[in-house]
């Protein structure tokens, strides 16, 4: 399996909404991350993930709450959300947590009503 | 501040010519350099990444890399209308595992039929 899978492909959410967005690999990678993307805008990193332990968090609000429950798994919660939130949330993996090499998700497009 | 910069484009390009993408960037001490291709809508695809001053080939794309000069380019041979893309140039400034990727505002390429 050389793919990052994440769901749910889109989502449409209000303020009061609690929802998480899911990404999974099985490629036995160590690292993974979060990003988010503005249309026309390049990848924003949010969170990393390093052999299950959140090893940097880009000062992203506390309405955005990461977990990885084992190495194959990385979850974002979302409660609270404002409408400057919508964009693309893209999930990657890379076998080393060095940033290199990272594999995409195909993200969740998330709109915020 | 630590900067990587791409034209924004659009590139234009006939059909069976070669594509040149530039990316420069500002620390000199930069290590590992990465090509993606993103088409609208979709999640960046890690198509090329280069460590080393040089060529680096795979199939009809050839990265070039010169540290002196602080640039890195990609090029597509025979381009074909698939190829039409937005394509990010990443650089990570150092080996350091905390060290992350910055990303290029990226250069749309439109292949001409």
């Known amino acids: 399996d050389t793919e990052v899978t994440q769901t749910p492909k889109h989502l449409v959410m209000g303020m009061t909404n609690k929802k998480s967005l899911k990404c999974e690999q099985h490629?036995?990678?160590?690292?993974m991350y979060w990003y988010k993307q503005k249309a026309k805008k390049p990848p924003e990193l949010m969170f990393v993930y390093s052999y299950e332990k959140l090893s940097i968090n880009e000062s992203v609000p506390s309405r955005f709450s990461p977990e990885c429950p084992n190495s194959s798994l990385l979850n974002l919660h979302l409660h609270a959300l404002q409408p400057e939130d919508s964009a693309l949330y893209l999930c990657?993996?890379?076998?080393?947590?060095?940033?290199?090499?990272?594999?995409f998700g195909p993200g969740t497009r998330l709109t915020v009503l | 501040q630590k900067e990587v910069e791409q034209n924004s484009g659009p590139l234009s390009v006939p059909e069976g010519a070669i594509a040149s993408l530039n990316c420069t960037y500002s620390d000199r001490g930069s290590q590992s350099f990465f090509w993606y291709r993103q088409y609208s809508g979709k999640s960046p695809e890690l198509i090329m990444f280069i460590y080393s001053n040089g060529d680096k080939e795979d199939g009809r794309f050839t990265a070039q890399l010169n540290k002196a000069s602080q640039y890195v380019s990609l090029l597509i041979r025979d381009s074909q209308p698939s190829d039409s893309a937005t394509y990010l140039c990443a650089v990570k400034q150092s080996p350091r595992r905390d060290d992350k990727i910055i990303f290029g505002k990226g250069t749309r390429l439109h292949i001409l039929p």
């Open positions: 990657a993996s890379s076998h080393e947590a060095n940033y290199n090499e990272q594999f």
């Open positions: 490629m036995g990678h160590r690292a």
